[in-house]
């Protein structure tokens, strides 16, 4: 088939185009809210003293930081499945969580005694956090490699990664309200691996299910 | 790079988004030319052929026209494209086995006129589930109609052009594959 023959084909061809990608990502987003709030309340819940908790500086930052990170891990996420992203140009997007992460712990270790650094960093529920962000943001993961098959990314494996980072700030987000441990020592560390794990999936799970 | 020029080309787009069959033919022939002109120099010396990117380039430019914005140009957009399936054409190439062609690299070029590279999307077209691939042909090689392709095959032609567009989509998906 030469070249001519074939755009005759693509020509006739005049069924709609695919979903288009500010609404595959609005249903991707909201899948993997509901899908990451139902593994949540299911598993786990909040923890019995939310109330209290909430009134505290180092449990609201904790949200704070997941926040950031779902928001911008997200946005960087859908300029990557545009062929043409630059993808350079996210690199200071995705900077803010890690300095806001960065600013809490210098903070902390300002803030309490250097004998307790190590009790605030081990925490008690590490093993918890390194087990359940990963679960909760396995939904959200692959509804977002699949909003990303669906796109046109031209690095699967990078784009993948911003998958797993977004989703990780979800589940991280989730877990907060659960987790006993408010210290950001404890939060940079466990937090951090727990989201690490989820993006190194979506960095894998994008080479295999990201092409086209 | 005659018709490349972006506005040019956003406009077809735009009307062939609309539903104009015409505009989109236009489109895709001016796009082909940009993109054979990309194509033909990244090529040398990769042991790929100019026009398999191009052919496989079109097809991704076709399954993927939604992730072009209305308001973003054309010309980058179908670059990054043509480029993603340049790299994907080299590093298949990397993993087939070589066959010894050594010295007979000018024979096969001079062979490789217009249709003698029908292997690289002639393989896809045989793929394809019979029904695929009769309206596919008839409708490419054999240049009919979709009304005419339905009446010769006996079909009607919602079913010809749900077989197209899936006798495509198919063809997009395993392009790449080996």
Known sequence: ???????????????????????????????????????????????????????????????????????????????????????????????????????????????????????????????????????????????????????????PELSGALAGLAAGGIAATFYAAHCPDDSPLFAATWYTIAVLILTVSGALGGRWAVRW | MSGADDEHLARLLRAAVAGDEKAYADFLRDAAQAIRGWARRWTIGAGVDAEDVVQEALLAVHVKRHTWREDAPVIPWLHAIARHKYVDAVRRQARRPTVGIEGLEDTLASVETEKARDWEIGRALEGLAPGQRSVVNAISIEGCTVAETAQRLDMNETAVRVALHRGLAAIARRFGRN
């Open chain 1, 1 to 155: 088939m030469d070249t001519n023959d074939l755009i005759k084909a693509l020509a006739a061809d005049t069924r709609r185009p695919g979903l288009s990608m500010s609404a595959t990502w609005a249903g991707a987003a909201i899948g993997a809210l509901v899908l990451a709030g139902l593994v949540f309340s299911v598993l786990l819940g909040p923890r019995p003293d939310i109330a209290a908790a909430a009134e505290t500086l180092r449990f609201l930052f904790k949200f704070v930081v997941a926040i950031a990170l779902a928001a911008t891990a997200f946005a960087a996420m859908r300029v990557a499945a545009w062929p043409e992203a630059d993808l350079r140009r996210l690199l200071p997007y995705l900077a803010i969580a890690p300095a806001l992460v960065a600013v809490s712990v210098v903070l902390e270790l300002f803030a309490v005694p250097s004998d307790t650094w190590a009790t605030r960093l081990i925490g008690t529920n590490s093993l918890l956090c390194l087990t359940f962000i990963p679960l909760i943001g396995l939904a959200p993961l692959a509804l977002f490699l699949l909003a990303l098959r669906h796109g046109a990314p031209s690095r």
